[in-house]
């Protein structure tokens, strides 16, 4: 009998075996509806064209200098109207930081401009799984977007990318549209910038391939932003290695 309830101990602690504790503890804490894609994205790294692998691991090896250093590495996405590829990227690295236990990334998003976080956007990230409350109305709504149960949500709206609400110093700038790129040859407080220039699907609008394109740039951009992660990931796995005595 003493036997049966020492097993049964071990097993609620998930010992017996080990390596459900293992598997417990390395797992993060997704929405459950947002775990296929990512289990998806995160197998795909291979389809990185080679190219862009250039530029996103000279931006990897940027988060990397931030992290050794014992400080935070923040990362402000910018678009001209902040209303859809920057939004993309912000909650993409976010959660891509977050499956790789990257707890000193934080992501942010803003604009040239200020229009509105665009609900074509929303509606691609709903379909990719995120759980996104729509918190306000007007021309300029506040979008709540989750991608983890113990994680407060991003706050998605148009923004400048300057706002009070992201970091004016000590941020890595990433230029996601070519027109933001030509018009913010400067930005002002970053300690880098790098050029990311995805294709707008708002080219496609009302359009009978509408759908798709907002569908393949998530797919891009989740795909990248995981390459950074993962690449970040395994630098710092390398580097604590490498420490051991």
């Not at 036997?3 to 804490?29: H, M, N, Q």
């Not at 200098?65 to 590495?73: H, M, N, R, Y």
């Not at 000193?104 to 604009?111: A, I, K, L, M, R």
Request: proline residues 5%; glycine residues 4%.
């Amino acid at each position: 009998m003493k036997a049966r309830l020492a097993l049964a101990l071990l097993a609620l602690l998930g010992v017996a075996g080990c390596s459900g504790l293992r598997e417990a503890t390395s797992k993060p804490g997704l929405l459950p509806a947002l775990q296929p894609y990512v289990q998806e994205v995160a197998s795909e790294l291979d389809r990185v064209p080679a190219e862009r692998r250039v530029v996103l691991g000279a931006i990897a090896a940027d988060i990397s200098v931030q992290l050794a250093a014992g400080k935070p590495a923040q990362l402000t996405f910018i678009c001209t109207h902040n209303s859809r590829r920057s939004h993309m990227s912000q909650i993409w690295a976010q959660t891509a930081a977050y499956h790789y236990r990257l707890d000193q990334v934080s992501t942010f998003s803003g604009g040239t401009d200020v229009t509105a976080c665009n609900c074509r956007t929303v509606t691609a990230m709903r379909r990719a799984g995120f759980d996104i409350q729509d918190a306000t109305t007007g021309d300029n709504p506040l979008y709540l977007v989750r991608y983890a149960g113990d994680r407060p949500p991003i706050r998605a709206y148009s923004k400048l990318y300057n706002a009070d609400a992201n970091p004016r110093s000590r941020f890595i700038a990433l230029m996601t549209c070519s027109s933001a790129d030509k018009s913010c040859p400067i930005v002002k407080g970053a300690i880098a910038r790098h050029a990311i220039h995805y294709t707008d699907p708002r080219l496609c609008d009302d359009t009978p391939t509408e759908t798709t394109a907002y569908n393949e740039r998530c797919r891009e951009i989740a795909r990248e932003m995981f390459y950074i992660m993962a690449e970040v990931r395994r630098q710092r796995d390398r580097a604590s290695v490498a420490a051991r005595p």
